[in-house]
T-cell receptor, first 113, second 116 residues
Framework: EADIYQTPRYLVIGTGKKITLECSQT?????MYWYQQDPGMELHLIHY???????EKGDLSSESTVSRIRTEHFPLTLESARPSHTSQYLC????????????FGPGTRLTVT | GENVEQHPSTLSVQEGDSAVIKCTYS??????FPWYKQELGKRPQLIID?????GEKKDQRIAVTLNKTAKHFSLHITETQPEDSAVYFC???????????????FGKGTKLSVKP
């Protein structure tokens, strides 16, 4: 079944560690996004990509980086985690050639101690 | 660029009553307006959307209306049920030419509570 997947679903990590949040989709979509969201609160766009080798920064300044080497994968990396990075991270994808609907992954809840 | 305002931030209704959430947008070039529902601990999911060539769209108990002149759109839920309790986000497509074109600009969300 076509879907968008995120791993891990929950992560507790110490300050200063490097982490990578994985996102993959089997929807065949070109455009992918990363949002940061405190539970039930506003969605903040932090990165997006139009396709392979394309990455753009979103509206919210973030210390994270992203890469898009394959259409299906859009990992997000934090080089040195801090308590201020504690949040939920949602990955999404869309096929802008057909419509603008964004499909969201289940999210990764990150806690930095 | 686009800016979306959403009101109210919280809404509490009695089961069976109607609920209305309103959003305004700033970019007259926007032509797509979706509504997402996010239940506690779940991912946001599209529940209804409307494009600028229509003024109203209905799907069972939910409807969306669009007023392009006034640049506002609203979500209407009739005969509310406890399972309608969630956070609802409106959004508008960013019609700005350039890098952000095609991104969704989300409102800040409305927490709807339906009391049995």
């Amino acid at each position: 079944e076509a879907d968008i997947y995120q791993t891990p679903r929950y992560l507790v990590i110490g300050t200063g560690k490097k982490i990578t949040l994985e996102c993959s989709q089997t929807m065949g979509h070109d455009k992918m996004y990363w949002y940061q969201q405190d539970p039930g609160m506003e969605l903040h766009l932090i990165h997006y990509s139009y396709g392979v080798n394309s990455t753009e920064k979103g509206d919210l300044s973030s210390e994270s980086t992203v890469s898009r080497i394959r259409t299906e994968h859009f990992p997000l990396t934090l080089e040195s985690a801090r308590p201020s990075h504690t949040s939920q991270y949602l990955c999404a994808s869309s096929d802008v050639d057909l419509n603008y609907e964004q499909y969201f992954g289940p999210g990764t809840r990150l806690t930095v101690t | 660029g686009e800016n979306v305002e959403q009101h109210p931030s919280t809404l509490s209704v009695q089961e069976g009553d109607s609920a209305v959430i309103k959003c305004t947008y700033s970019d007259s070039a926007s032509n797509y307006f979706p509504w997402y529902k996010q239940e506690l601990g779940k991912r946001p999911q599209l529940i209804i959307d409307i494009r600028s060539n229509v003024g109203e769209k209905k799907d069972q108990r939910i409807a969306v209306t669009l007023n392009k002149t006034a640049k506002h759109f609203s979500l209407h839920i009739t005969e509310t049920q406890p399972e309608d309790s969630a956070v609802y986000f409106c959004a508008a497509i960013d019609g700005t030419r350039g890098g952000s074109q095609g991104n969704l600009i989300f409102g800040k969300g409305t927490k709807l509570s339906v009391k049995p």
